[in-house]
């Protein structure tokens, strides 16, 4: 059985940070790409950051410069670092990673955390 936890989510005041963290855990051989992504309401899931074994970012466009997306591969975590909250940012975050386990490659999801940017 494989999980993913965030925590981290919470309110922040606009220009203001918060970090994410998600832990895997669970019958884990390897874990590819981390990923998170966000959903406001109304609207459709979106990736936010997504980083791979290897360390390569990719993140989308208005979030560039503000968010920062790493992981530490020994300890199956993957953390968003987000500066500069914008009113846009509000919405609840997932994680996504891919992980190899026996029975072969697979995609999870966590259940996601809140963030909230308000004055």
């Known amino acids: 059985q494989v999980q993913l936890v965030e925590s981290g989510g919470g309110l922040a005041q606009p220009g203001g940070s918060l970090t994410l963290s998600c832990l895997a855990s669970?019958?884990?051989?390897?874990?590819?790409?981390m990923a998170w992504y966000r959903q406001a309401p109304g609207k459709q899931r979106e990736l936010v950051a997504s980083i791979n074994y290897d360390k390569d970012t990719n993140y989308e466009e208005s979030v560039k410069g503000r968010f920062t997306i790493s992981r530490d591969n020994s300890n199956h975590t993957v953390y968003l670092q987000m500066n500069n909250l914008r009113p846009e940012d509000p919405a609840a975050y997932y994680c996504?990673?891919?992980?190899?386990?026996?029975?072969?490659?697979?995609?999870?999801w966590g259940p996601g955390t809140p963030v909230t940017v308000s004055s």
């Open positions: 996504n990673a891919d992980i190899l386990k026996y029975t072969g490659w697979h995609a999870y």
């Open positions: 669970g019958n884990i051989l390897m874990i590819n790409v």
